[in-house]
């Protein structure tokens, strides 16, 4: 017997319409999920906490869209076109939420909306086949998974968008709605440039179930846009003239696309981290999601961050796992109606036990994941930082250019032109009116405006007192 069960199923009727109107449960589910999600994200936004440039580079985007009409993200380069870096037009659904609500908080509540609908989703597809009680326990332990904590825990990120999109593709897959597959998955293609590869395996698991028609369209437009996107499109858009990823590929030697096929047996190797992210991902699902085709569709996602040698692609951290999680569930989901019946008789009887099972495990690594946070008032608390951030923001008159450090770049985009001074292609080119960094070991107090002298020959400052937590030097001659 192989993992995956490949023979065709027909959803049983008796189980597919036990729970048939589990909308408002899915509706409360999700509302409260999208809540603890949006409050993770905007607790660490408060406490002036970022984890990375992230969240700014999309808030810039986000305005750019809303103002422009195409996303130039200065923090990557004076005038840069983020298609260039990513090509995720998915994005530019941000720029009428910050014309209403110009504030990287409209991003972070918008993401937290995004994986909450996820969330409705797998409910829903969950009480459907497995009953109130099974599904209602599955709808719950995907809302706790790692992959959706992580991901509201860590800035924004383009990503977000395939997720709703991954549980309708996948709850449409459990009901063996071929054409609802296809439409669900090919707006994929507009989140970013991955997204092929894994609008591709759909294809291939839609080939294996006996959909060749539908299977064989997603597969080549899958794999079409992927080429296009990857070796015309962004090229095009960027100011290198390539993509700037291939090395992540090639051991980090720059070698392009050539040199990463080559890199990749030696990539290929499964160092224990790796090997622990593949127990937890498919741990979660009881393993039962292993029984499904459905879960080939998160080799495209694994892959490219397993043939990786940067080593925070490999963990269960970051937003590296959230695509993942829509997958695993709903194969779970459809692993149990294939086991359902099987041989050996321990299997079927085995599924009755999952739902509970996935739900306790949930629950216990939920302690370990940043939605623990929420349940401690260092979370909720004023941070020291917030009075130093806000003479910073207060001597910036609104309209100037900054260069800027991650500690403070997010908060000063809604109203400023920020850049960040170690991007070799920006500050380098503009010569910004102010410059403020996070008082971090390594500089000293009024050790910037030297620094800033430095950084932009034949260009004068001199040091802003904000307090203990930030340096801020403006400039006083060009």
């Not at 437009?221 to 003239?241: D, F, H, S």
Request: hydrophobic share 50%; charged share 15%.
């Amino acid at each position: 017997m192989g993992l995956i069960s490949q023979e065709p199923v027909t959803a049983d009727p008796a189980t597919s319409t036990r729970g048939a109107r589990p909308t408002l449960l899915a509706v409360v589910v999700a509302a409260v999920f999208g809540a603890l999600y949006a409050t993770l994200s905007v607790a660490r936004y408060d406490r002036l906490d970022a984890r990375s440039w992230d969240l700014a580079i999309f808030a810039q985007a986000a305005r750019s869209y809303a103002e422009r009409g195409y996303p130039v993200v200065d923090i990557k380069g004076p005038g840069f076109n983020l298609l260039g870096d990513h090509f995720s037009p998915a994005v530019a659904l941000f720029g009428p939420l910050w014309a209403l609500a110009p504030s990287p908080v409209t991003l972070l509540v918008a993401q937290a909306v995004l994986l909450a609908v996820s969330v409705g989703v797998v409910l829903v597809a969950a009480v459907r086949h497995l009953g109130t009680a099974g599904g209602t326990a599955v709808g719950l332990a995907y809302g706790l998974s790692f992959g959706l904590a992580e991901a509201a825990d860590f800035d924004v990120h383009e990503v977000a968008f395939a997720v709703p999109l991954l549980a309708l593709a996948g709850s449409a897959y459990v009901r063996r709605d071929w054409r609802g597959v296809c439409l669900w998955a090919l707006p994929l293609l507009l989140v970013k440039e991955d997204q092929g590869l894994t609008v591709a395996a759909i294809g291939v698991v839609l080939l294996l179930s006996g959909a060749r028609r539908w299977g064989l369209g997603l597969l080549v437009v899958g794999m079409a846009t992927t080429a296009v996107v990857l070796l015309l499109v962004i090229p095009a858009l960027n100011p290198e003239g390539g993509y700037d990823y291939w090395d992540r590929l090639a051991g980090g030697d720059g070698g392009g696309l050539g040199q990463a096929v080559l890199a990749l047996p030696r990539e290929a190797m499964l160092p224990p981290v790796k090997v622990e992210t593949l127990l937890i991902t498919f741990g979660i699902t009881g393993f039962l999601a292993l029984r499904s085709p459905w879960v080939l569709v998160a080799l495209p996602t694994l892959g490219w961050r397993f043939l990786s040698d940067e080593p925070y692609y490999w963990g269960t951290e970051w937003h590296y796992s959230v695509t993942l999680m829509p997958i695993v569930f709903l194969a779970m989901v459809d692993g149990v109606i294939r086991s359902r019946g099987s041989t050996p008789t321990w299997l079927a009887r085995y599924t009755h036990y999952v739902p509970s099972i996935v739900l306790a495990v949930a629950l216990a690594l939920s302690l370990h994941s940043p939605l623990r946070d929420l349940t401690r008032s260092s979370t909720y608390a004023d941070s020291s930082r917030e009075q130093s951030a806000s003479r910073v923001l207060t001597a910036i008159p609104d309209g100037d250019t900054v260069a800027a450090d991650i500690a403070l770049m997010a908060p000063l985009v809604a109203d400023h032109t920020v850049y960040f001074i170690g991007t070799d292609v920006g500050p380098q080119a503009v010569v910004p009116e102010w410059v403020v960094v996070g008082a971090e070991p390594g500089w000293q107090p009024g050790e910037l405006a030297d620094w800033a002298g430095q950084q932009w020959p034949g260009s004068s400052w001199r040091d802003v007192d904000v307090g203990p937590d930030y340096l801020l030097a403006r400039r006083t001659q060009p």
